[in-house]
């Protein structure tokens, strides 16, 4: 409408114009001509503006449509970029846990004899519940397909997680390393000392160890192999203070080596133990 009416006013403008050139009178028409050039130029001035605002208006309008549409389309982009790189974190996850369990089951002579023969060293299961209240620390795990069994081992990629000390189909309950009840053979990896790692008020605890055992801050413990449950050189935990104590031996603390609050998953051992026949050497053992 405001365009129709722009035009319709250029063009009295030029009609009007015309009137004068066609004047019959010079002198007339120029005195006419100068007082009509007086009247009209400022109309027609600000005509031109007006026209020259209405189409920056215009174009703003179409600038300010043109970034809206590139805004959402960025967005839309931004939006399926932080899709793509969850996606590509996940994947990133689940390699780290893969190598993690490759390492965790890198295999001893044992484990090598074992998978000589066909046999499988470990499953995979996931964690479901944790239990870490005061003196009672367990959790149970899901074996999937697997069925545990009671004594089997369950460690995580970093270290000793526990033992299954209850089954029920594919479901086992693990008492973790730090329960109170909990006794480890264990072993200081550098100087080969052994010791009983025991669990308490959240931490470790390796004792029987004298006074003049060569243990410092930092050293690792593994589990000795000698207790007829735990594998040996599975890392237990790392020495956090040595002090004395009253009697003949040390008191020495440690840093578990599994975080125990970050645990999804674990490696259960299907190595059986020692059957309690054969240490205790009762009659049965052959059986």
């Given at each position: 409408?405001?365009?129709r009416?722009?035009?319709?006013l250029?063009v009295?403008?030029?009609?009007?114009?015309?009137?004068?050139?066609?004047?019959?009178?010079?002198?007339?028409?120029?005195?006419?001509?100068?007082w009509?050039?007086r009247?009209?130029?400022?109309?027609?001035?600000?005509?031109?503006?007006?026209?020259?605002?209405?189409?920056?208006?215009?174009?703003?309008?179409?600038?300010?449509?043109?970034?809206?549409?590139?805004?959402?389309?960025?967005?839309?982009?931004?939006?399926?970029?932080?899709?793509?790189?969850?996606?590509?974190?996940?994947?990133?996850e689940?390699?780290?846990?893969?190598?993690?369990?490759?390492?965790?089951?890198?295999?001893?002579?044992?484990?090598?004899?074992?998978a000589?023969r066909?046999?499988?060293?470990f499953?995979?299961?996931?964690?479901?519940?944790?239990?870490?209240?005061?003196?009672?620390?367990?959790?149970?795990?899901?074996g999937?397909?697997a069925?545990p069994?009671r004594?089997?081992?369950?460690?995580?990629?970093?270290?000793?997680?526990?033992?299954?000390?209850?089954?029920?189909?594919?479901?086992?309950?693990?008492?973790?390393?730090?329960?109170?009840?909990?006794?480890?053979?264990?072993?200081?990896?550098?100087?080969?000392?052994?010791?009983?790692v025991?669990?308490?008020?959240?931490?470790?605890?390796?004792?029987?160890?004298?006074?003049?055992?060569?243990?410092?801050?930092?050293?690792?413990?593994?589990?000795?192999?000698?207790?007829?449950?735990?594998?040996?050189?599975?890392?237990?935990?790392?020495?956090?203070?040595?002090?004395?104590?009253?009697?003949?031996?040390?008191?020495?603390?440690?840093?578990?080596?599994?975080?125990?609050g970050?645990?999804?998953?674990?490696?259960?051992?299907?190595?059986?133990?020692?059957?309690?026949?054969?240490?205790?050497?009762?009659?049965?053992?052959t059986?």
């Amino acid at each position: 409408m405001r365009d129709r009416w722009h035009h319709g006013l250029f063009v009295l403008l030029v009609l009007v114009q015309l009137l004068i050139m066609t004047g019959h009178e010079p002198a007339r028409g120029s005195r006419l001509e100068a007082w009509m050039l007086r009247a009209v130029a400022p109309l027609g001035s600000a005509v031109a503006s007006l026209a020259s605002v209405g189409d920056g208006v215009r174009e703003a309008f179409r600038t300010n449509g043109t970034l809206r549409t590139e805004n959402t389309s960025l967005r839309d982009e931004l939006g399926e970029t932080r899709r793509e790189l969850m996606r590509l974190m996940s994947i990133e996850e689940e390699l780290r846990r893969a190598r993690a369990t490759a390492d965790a089951a890198e295999p001893g002579p044992v484990a090598r004899a074992r998978a000589a023969r066909g046999q499988t060293s470990f499953f995979v299961a996931d964690v479901v519940y944790l239990d870490l209240t005061a003196g009672l620390r367990t959790l149970v795990l899901d074996g999937g397909d697997a069925h545990p069994q009671r004594n089997q081992v369950v460690r995580s990629s970093r270290g000793l997680v526990g033992r299954i000390i209850a089954t029920g189909g594919r479901y086992g309950k693990v008492q973790l390393v730090t329960d109170r009840a909990s006794s480890v053979s264990a072993m200081i990896e550098r100087t080969r000392r052994k010791g009983l790692v025991r669990g308490g008020d959240g931490g470790l605890e390796l004792t029987l160890l004298p006074h003049r055992a060569d243990v410092r801050v930092g050293d690792r413990v593994v589990a000795a192999g000698i207790d007829g449950v735990y594998p040996r050189g599975i890392p237990i935990g790392i020495v956090t203070s040595v002090t004395p104590a009253p009697g003949l031996f040390l008191r020495i603390e440690l840093r578990p080596e599994v975080d125990f609050g970050l645990l999804e998953d674990v490696y259960v051992l299907t190595g059986q133990p020692v059957p309690e026949a054969i240490i205790e050497g009762q009659p049965d053992a052959t059986r």
